[in-house]
């Protein structure tokens, strides 16, 4: 009996960790994001290249402005964004 709550424990577990990742990706996304879009994106993630994600639906990410680093004379905050989080640093 055991078995059978460890195997519904995973897959609540599962479920709740696929709503949390699509709750994320759909903010990162400006356009919304739906199923098709949210598998593209795991897929692309993931590393799996599938024929039939490519041509469904491409991931929308975001567009911003590469970070820029000072030059030596000048120390200033330099900022580099990873994916949607944004690391900054000082240079000085």
Do not use: H
Not at 45 to 71: C, H, L, M, N, Y
Request: hydrophobic share 35%.
């Amino acid at each position: 009996m055991s078995a059978k709550y460890l195997a519904g424990f995973a897959a609540v577990c599962g479920v709740v960790v696929a709503g949390l990742d699509y709750s994320q990706q759909a903010k990162a996304s400006e356009t919304g994001l739906g199923i098709k879009g949210y598998l593209a994106s795991v897929s692309s993630r993931v590393g799996i290249s599938d024929s039939w994600f490519e041509a469904e639906a491409q991931p929308v990410q975001p567009e911003e402005p590469a970070a820029k680093t000072p030059s030596e004379d000048t120390r200033k905050l330099v900022c580099t964004t990873i994916g949607t989080s944004k690391r900054c640093r000082s240079s000085g």
